[in-house]
């Protein structure tokens, strides 16, 4: 009894007589759980426990009760209370030769917030899913950059765009900032460094369009954007993106040099 006040949760006895009677004939520890229901109330009846489940978890619970029975077996399931409680039982089954008599010995507790918190990672996990299929439909490809107080910069988070337009792969420059560096045109470098310390300082977002160069095909033009914000801890975040914008600037350049012609 001393184990049932500390425990977080509830040791219970169920009980199904020759007939399919259900009872808990024992139950100790934190009866608040239950909602109500006393332990003299299931003692006698296991539809006042039922009575505040989800009848979906009720029959659930029937059917594993069941396949415990016939297979001597653990029972293991699950049964919510009104909105919010999701209540997680675990029980060994015992059969009385002598009466017919099965019952179960087991321990339930509240896992309500474990069933939250599971149910946070896979909208979080659909989320991410969702955010990756954008990120392979962007002509070009997405990146977080963090820099630290000491103006170390690394890449958290690199889509996979980057190969298309760099020829690189997103771990070639997730600690190496330097490897990204080395594809941008020298002349553009000095315009694109006042711009970010620009922005790093203001926190205004970042735009600038220059000149990169891939292994295979040569010189490209891209766009980069960004929006960074100041950390707690003095570093700097930004969330960008890179885009190819190659065939816009060729037209552009093209058109430039026809007007001029003329």
């Not at 219970?12 to 139950?27: E, I, K, N």
């Not at 339930?108 to 918190?117: L, Q």
């Not at 439909?137 to 760099?166: N, Q």
């Amino acid at each position: 009894l001393r184990y049932c006040q500390c425990a977080p949760g509830l040791f219970f006895a169920l009980r199904r007589t020759a007939g399919g009677d259900l009872s808990m004939p024992f139950v100790g520890g934190r009866l608040e759980l239950l909602q109500g229901v006393t332990a003299t109330a299931l003692a006698k009846d296991l539809s006042t426990l039922f009575d505040c489940c989800n009848r979906e978890d009720v029959s659930a619970f029937l059917s594993e009760l069941e396949r415990s029975s016939q297979q001597m077996s653990p029972c293991c399931c699950e049964l919510r209370l009104g909105k919010t409680v999701v209540l997680e039982l675990n029980a060994m089954p015992e059969k009385d030769e002598d009466t017919g008599h099965i019952e179960w010995h087991g321990f339930m507790h509240d896992v309500s917030d474990r069933r939250k918190f599971e149910a946070i990672l896979q909208d979080s996990a659909r989320l991410q899913e969702r955010f990756l299929s954008v990120a392979q439909a962007v002509p070009g490809f997405l990146y977080t950059t963090h820099i630290d107080a000491e103006g170390t910069s690394t890449f958290p988070f690199v889509s996979d765009g980057i190969e298309a337009l760099l020829g690189l792969r997103p771990e070639d420059i997730r600690n190496n900032a330097s490897v990204l560096r080395a594809c941008y045109h020298p002349d553009d470098l000095p315009e694109l460094f006042a711009r970010i310390t620009e922005s790093s300082r203001t926190l205004e977002p970042f735009r600038y369009e220059l000149r990169v160069f891939h292994p295979q095909h040569g010189m490209r033009w891209v766009e980069m954007r960004s929006t960074p914000r100041r950390l707690a801890d003095g570093a700097l975040e930004a969330h960008g993106l890179m885009l190819d914008i190659t065939e816009r600037k060729n037209a552009e350049i093209a058109l430039q040099e026809r007007e001029a012609f003329l």
